[in-house]
């Protein structure tokens, strides 16, 4: 399988953590400090070497956080105390610890105060996290309470975090808890740390599942790597079990990122066979790499699926599929997927309003532009400032936008003459 192929690279790293071997040709500018490797039920501080581009390698000798300490207390380097912080802090540091929650653990909190002034001259975060496992002997549901803090704050050591914390016996890390960091990586486009992290996953036993795949896929989506994202779904197929709505709806993602549209909708039509149907995320998604092209047929294909699939459409989703008769110079059948929408109930924003505007435009009707504006100004609809722009430039083209309002005011009289009855 590909993707477990290309995953299985770094497997030896096992209970590591970003750090491949010392002899890695992108080192430079290296500058000594110090990374935890979990052991049992201890860290131990291994000397490591950080590199310019952020990444830990792990040296040939290893020693233990008690001769660590000594060595860093003969250095003169200050060890971290978990119930002091610097006084000299700023004061973006005491607004972000006086806005930790109140009912957070007592030991939770000093651990968040330290990351929060968190220094590397105080030490490496591994050291820290080390000090906190001996003192304050932490539950996983402290552990959580501390990762859920930081990514709520979104925190950049979030996940430095919890790479650390999943090699920490007391944490009891699960499958979920890699995927959540494969996730956070993928997110940041950090696609080499998700590897290292899956592969570290799997050193521990733990085996892909379809919740994990689909992150993957959606990491590779995200990237632009769209044939690793296929290699990823296949993968999920060749686990024997049913693919859910996210596994689907991620993979048409990432052909509507890669340009082909047409493939995420015949993956659309397989989820339909068998009655499974795409947020409206998803929909919206695909209506727009059609809409923005002017594929009218693809368009009204999409727009029709959402409402098979049980989604009312919405101003936005009427939006797309007015633009694409507008993109392709369909006017007429812009405004009347715009009519469809007021029948249906659905209020016209101004931007639809716009978009109709714009498809006049594009086929120089003047005359039935200006028809659809009294319309509208019948019906009680005042035009907002996206449309007027609209207008504003399409008058400024012609250059008559000194004769705009007497047109407007001609129209309004022939509607005001039309509604008289004869004698």
Not at 94 to 114: D, E, N
Not at 251 to 278: F, N, T
Request: proline share 4%; with cysteine.
């Amino acid at each position: 399988m590909a993707a477990c192929h290309i995953f299985s690279m770094a497997t030896y790293a096992s209970n590591m953590i970003c750090y491949p071997h010392p002899a890695n040709p992108v080192i430079n500018g290296l500058r000594k400090t110090h990374h935890l490797q979990f052991m049992g039920s201890t860290f131990w501080a291994i000397p490591m070497s950080l590199c310019s581009n952020g990444h830990f390698h792990r040296p040939l000798a290893a020693a233990s956080v008690e001769e660590t300490a000594k060595t860093e207390s003969k250095e003169g380097k200050p060890r971290f105390k978990l119930d002091a912080v610097d006084p000299e802090i700023t004061e973006a540091q005491k607004q972000a610890i006086a806005q930790l929650p109140y009912h957070m653990a007592k030991r939770c909190k000093a651990l968040m105060r330290q990351l929060i002034c968190y220094s590397p001259q105080k030490g490496s975060l591994c050291e820290l996290l080390a000090a906190w496992v001996r003192a304050m002997k932490p539950s996983r549901a402290h552990w959580l309470a501390v990762l859920k803090e930081l990514r709520i704050k979104d925190h950049p050591l979030y996940l430095q975090v919890a790479e650390i914390a999943v090699l920490e016996e007391s944490f009891e890390a699960n499958l979920r808890d890699y995927t959540k960091i494969i996730h956070g990586y993928g997110k940041q486009n950090r696609i080499e740390d998700a590897v290292k992290t899956l592969s570290n996953m799997k050193a521990r036993g733990f085996i892909c599942d379809q919740v994990t795949l689909t992150a993957i896929i959606d990491m590779y989506s995200k990237a632009g790597h769209v044939k690793l994202a296929e290699e990823t779904f296949e993968e999920i197929k060749l686990l024997g079990q049913p693919l859910d709505k996210r596994s689907y709806g991620s993979m048409i993602m990432a052909y509507i990122r890669a340009g082909v549209p047409d493939q995420g909708e015949s993956l659309l039509i397989e989820m339909d066979a068998q009655e499974i149907y795409a947020g409206s995320e998803v929909y919206k998604a695909l209506l727009r790499a059609y809409s923005v092209v002017g594929d009218t047929e693809g368009a009204q294909r999409v727009f029709n699926a959402v409402q098979l699939a049980g989604i009312s459409p919405d101003d936005k989703l009427c939006g797309l599929l007015i633009n694409a008769y507008g993109v392709s110079g369909q006017s007429q059948k812009a405004r009347v997927a715009f009519e469809n929408m007021r029948t249906a109930g659905i209020k016209p924003t101004d931007k639809c309003i716009a978009l109709v505007l714009a498809a006049y435009e594009k086929e120089n009707k003047l005359q039935k532009a200006l028809k659809f504006l009294m319309a509208l100004e019948r019906d009680g609809i005042m035009v907002g400032k996206e449309a007027a722009e609209t207008l504003a430039a399409w008058f400024r083209k012609l250059g008559v936008v000194e004769e705009v309002d007497t047109i407007l005011r001609e129209f309004a009289e022939t509607e005001a003459n039309s509604r008289v009855p004869a004698t």
